[in-house]
Every structure is written in C-alpha cells, then in structure tokens.
C-alpha cells in the first residue's frame, strides 16, 4: 500500500480538481476521475456504484460530488490493482505507469512502457498487456533508465496526439511536465 499511496498521491497532484474542458473528451473531471469513466463503469457495474449524488443518475453534478477518497477507491479498484501495478517492484516506475495509464488510458500507457524497456535492452512485446514477461522485463530494467525512456515516450505519445487533434493543443504544457515529472 505504501507505494500505491504514493502513486495516487502523485496522480491526485497532476489531475487537480473539477474542471469541465471542452476540448476533454472524457467531460467533466474530478481528481482525474471523468464522466465518461462514470458512465461506462455505471452500465457495467449498476449505477448505484457511480450515482455519487445519490439522485438516480450518473451525471456532471456526480463528478462535482465525488471525494479524493472516492477518488483513491476507484484508482486503487479499477487502476492499480486491475492492472497489478503492486508488481512493479521500484515505486518511480510503478508510480509513473500508473499515471500514464490514468491520464492516456492502460493500454496505451503498458505499450509505451514496453517500449521503454528498449532503451535498457529489454524486448518485450508492446501489445498493451502487463503480464508475467513484461513485469520480469520492466522489473529487470535500471530504474533510472527505464524511467528516463518513459518520460521520452510520453512526451511523443502527447506530441503525436496533439499532431492529430490540434484542439489539444491547449492540454500540451501541462501534458509535458507531467510526461517529464
């Protein structure tokens, strides 16, 4: 738990509080916590789970409602432990995995991961999925180098991402010092 305190410690800083972008896809945000996640997570899993105000509904007034608490239980539920994350054994990569999945999506953000391991000779198959080779591999890597090649593959995921919607534009300074923090 220590190491997942500190991911999400570090995750609640990036994301903030409640914002409702209109260039954000995923609609209003709370402590990176989007509406669009409510409402995919509410279809599967009921929506007595996610209707936060308790009004019958899974809307913009559940996000402006949601906790950090709420906030840490739905990382540690459908982040951290989904995707195992307490394997990764040093707490920088564990933690900046973690926050590239939160803010990019997993299988993006294990994919870039994968590519990271590259730069300290690990070849791992970039599929998008953690599983027992990629955690030895990730595990295997130099921290320090494997982390370094990680902060350059965000920052040309968020390049190449604002190269193809340019209405992200306005999200590139604060994507690059997360990318490099």
Known sequence: ????????????????????????PGGATNYGISLRFLHARGELDGIEEFDIDGDGDIDADD??????????????????SKYNYHLLLDMDIATKIFDMSVNMGSRQSHKLAQRAARADGRLLKDDGLLGPKSFKGLNGC????????????????????????????????????????
């Open 1 to 24: 738990m220590t190491i997942f305190n500190h991911a999400v410690g570090v995750v609640l800083k990036h994301e903030g509080g409640y914002i409702n972008h209109r260039s954000d």
């Open 63 to 80: 996000i402006k409602a949601l906790s950090v608490q709420d906030a840490r239980g739905i990382y540690f539920r459908y982040w951290w």
């Open 142 to 181: 130099n921290p320090d180098i494997l982390l370094g090649a990680l902060r350059v593959q965000c920052e040309c995921f968020y390049k190449s991402l604002i190269n193809n919607k340019p209405e992200f534009k306005v999200f590139e300074a604060g994507w690059l010092v997360r990318a490099y923090s």
